[in-house]
């Protein structure tokens, strides 16, 4: 155990080196964007929360009714026990919001990505990321054991290239993008990728983890995955596909078979969240509005997306500006790597239909204020 010890020590002093070392703050949450913490009440802008259901009476209670009828627990996994009856209407429910046949809910997004790719690609088929694909889809695509190759961010052509170079060496292959990148908020150029996978016989995976209700217009890919937990206010993870696609990811994808059901209490909040979220496209429109209000106002490029990266650089300084940030009243959390490129530190900005005006409007000033000269 002091070898242990002395390895986790060195490890964390070459972390804290880099100021890239992690710790946990207990965060409370409440409603309009509002966070305590310290017992200082602040105005959230680093929460995935886009349009605010996490807070809505309508979910709440339908997490409440599920617990009072199902318990706390799925009790096993779902081809075992846990595949209790609100599972199955939040899958008919997905598959219907993006036009599929079928859908399969996942414990969380990052078990969908290790999942997916392995259950559809092995030895000897191609798998193609664009290069800044979150974590959970380079973590399953080395599952899988497929050669792995990359193309420029959001470049169709560069993908085209690789796909003419390497394609006829592989039986199968799977391009994976994001519809809206997590920490650049940008857009895929979804019609140009899927013409190239046409081109190619390649299948699409697309992670909409930030888009699902926010920004998901223009074509649908084949395979389509996004999270729970943050449009819709809840958690897990799911997949969207053809029937045929769901019923042998049933058998083969590994982060569904062996792990527990959703609890019901989430599944059900999901589901009321999706009802919400079809209802009420003037909320689905709110945080793009928010986002292109705050980029306008400090001159940065028209927001994509409900999120806004302010380039900082250097890790520190990135830490330095959230930390005064938080002084004047604002959570604004610092990304440092290796969640984004070295040289490439920075307040993500996520904006919800939650926020008001005034709010965007004060956090605007403050970044301008504290990053003038």
Request: aromatic share 4%; proline share 3%.
């Amino acid at each position: 155990m002091d070898s242990l010890d002395a390895f986790a020590g060195d490890k964390l002093a070459a972390l804290d080196a880099g100021t890239l070392r992690r710790r946990l703050t207990t965060t409370g949450r409440g409603a309009e964007a509002a966070a305590t913490r310290g017992g200082h009440v602040l105005v959230s802008f680093s929460c995935n929360d886009y349009l605010g259901l996490s807070q809505h009476p309508r979910v709440i209670a339908a997490a409440q009714d599920a617990v009072a009828v199902h318990g706390a627990g799925a009790g096993g996994s779902r081809l075992v026990t846990g595949n209790h009856a609100i599972l199955g209407a939040l899958e008919a429910r997905l598959a219907a919001h993006k036009g599929k046949e079928a859908a399969m809910v996942f414990g969380s997004g990052y078990l969908a990505n290790l999942g997916i790719t392995p259950a559809l690609a092995g030895a000897g088929d191609l798998v193609v990321l664009d290069e800044l694909s979150h974590a959970c889809m380079w973590a399953g695509a080395k599952l899988s054991g497929a050669r792995i190759l990359t193309f420029r961010h959001n470049d169709a052509a560069d993908l085209a290239a690789t796909l003419s170079a390497a394609r006829a060496q592989h039986r199968r292959a799977l391009i994976l993008t994001e519809r809206i990148f997590s920490m650049d908020g940008d857009r895929a150029p979804m019609g140009d990728i899927l013409a190239v996978a046409r081109d190619f016989d390649a299948w699409t995976l697309v992670d909409d983890a930030h888009g699902l209700g926010v920004v998901e217009d223009g074509p649908r890919a084949p395979l389509e995955m996004g999270t729970l937990s943050k449009s819709l206010g809840s958690y897990g993870g799911y997949l969207c596909a053809s029937q045929t696609v769901i019923d042998l990811l049933t058998s083969r994808a590994r982060s569904f078979i062996y792990t527990t059901g959703l609890p019901p209490a989430s599944a059900a909040a999901a589901l009321e969240a999706l009802v919400i979220l079809e209802g009420e496209p003037e909320r689905r429109a709110r945080p793009l509005a928010l986002a292109r209000r705050f980029t306008a106002r400090l001159g940065l490029a028209e927001a994509e997306s409900a999120v806004v990266p302010v380039l900082v650089g250097d890790a520190q300084k990135a830490l330095d500006l959230s930390a005064r940030l938080e002084a004047e009243g604002f959570l604004v959390v610092a990304i440092r790597p290796p969640t984004v490129p070295a040289g490439t530190a920075r307040l993500r900005v996520a904006f919800s239909a939650a926020h008001s005006e005034s709010q965007v409007d004060a956090l605007a000033e403050a970044v301008a204020r504290l990053t003038a000269g």
